[in-house]
């Protein structure tokens, strides 16, 4: 079975932290890069940040450098998105997705999850 599944979305105050998790079916997952986006309310779908498949190049947006870091365990198929000092700014829907090759384009990425929804308050 193909598929995506984001867990470990929630409401969390101003500078917290969360921890997202991307479970992926080993036809998705092997070889592929992975990458974490997100939509907020009005807003296009924006990249977050993208791993390759032996986790050797990582990019991430200017909004989360510093502060999100994105890794892989690939014997557990797993895509995991470590998001620290949390900002209002960063409320969206965050979507794991899987592609040929890395890029920050949403139309790069082949495969999507349903996606998880992170709230932060103020």
């Known amino acids: 079975q193909v598929q995506l599944v984001e867990s470990g979305g929630g409401l969390v105050q101003a500078g917290g932290s969360l921890r997202l998790s991307c479970k992926a079916s080993?036809?998705?997952?092997?070889?592929?890069?992975m990458a974490w986006f997100r939509q907020a309310p009005g807003k296009e779908r924006e990249f977050v940040a993208s791993?390759?498949?032996?986790?050797?190049?990582?990019a991430s947006s200017d909004s989360v450098k510093g502060r999100f870091t994105i890794s892989r365990d690939n014997a557990k198929s797993t895509v995991t998105l470590q998001m620290n000092s949390l900002k209002p700014g960063d409320t969206a829907v965050y979507y794991c997705?899987?592609?040929?090759?890395?890029?920050?384009?949403?139309?790069?990425?082949?495969?999507w999850g349903q996606g998880t929804q992170v709230t932060v308050s103020s």
């Open positions: 791993i390759n498949w032996r986790g050797t190049n990582i």
């Open positions: 080993r036809l998705i997952i092997t070889r592929a890069t």
């Open positions: 997705s899987a592609g040929p090759s890395l890029a920050s384009s949403d139309r790069a990425y082949e495969y």
